[in-house]
């Protein structure tokens, strides 16, 4: 079992910027991180994601340019820097972990992963 404590959510002006961080309890082989956010009434999207194997990043054409993930191997934990961030990024921002294949195709689907965090809420005023 595997689980996973995200921080860093909160109420940020338009163009401002904020850092979540997700730790995990414990790494496996061939993982991969990832974020996605759901806004109310909407489904869950992929945001970002990180393979632990060779580093891999991979953004959702909505955050390219904007966010940047990154990870910290010996803390077992995965940043999400967002930047000039948007209303239209408000939404509860999820963590996710497990062997995935280091593919955007792999990382970018949700049902890649069986291990979530408990979602921390990003709002951003207009």
């Known amino acids: 079992q595997v689980q996973l404590v995200e921080s860093g959510g909160g109420l940020v002006q338009a163009g401002g910027s904020l850092r979540l961080s997700c730790a995990a309890s414990r790494t496996f082989s061939n993982y991969a991180m990832g974020w996605f956010r759901q806004a109310p009434g909407k489904e869950r999207e992929f945001v970002a994601a990180i393979t632990w194997s060779g580093g891999s990043t991979f953004y959702a054409d909505s955050v390219k340019g904007r966010f940047t993930i990154s990870g910290d191997n010996a803390r077992n934990t995965v940043y999400l820097q967002m930047n000039n961030l948007k209303p239209e990024d408000t939404a509860v921002y999820y963590c996710?972990?497990?062997?995935?294949?280091?593919?955007?195709?792999?990382?970018?689907?949700?049902?890649?992963?069986?291990?979530w965090g408990q979602g921390t809420q990003v709002t951003v005023s207009s």
């Open positions: 996710a972990a497990d062997s995935v294949g280091a593919s955007y195709y792999y990382v970018m689907d949700k049902s890649s992963y069986g291990y």
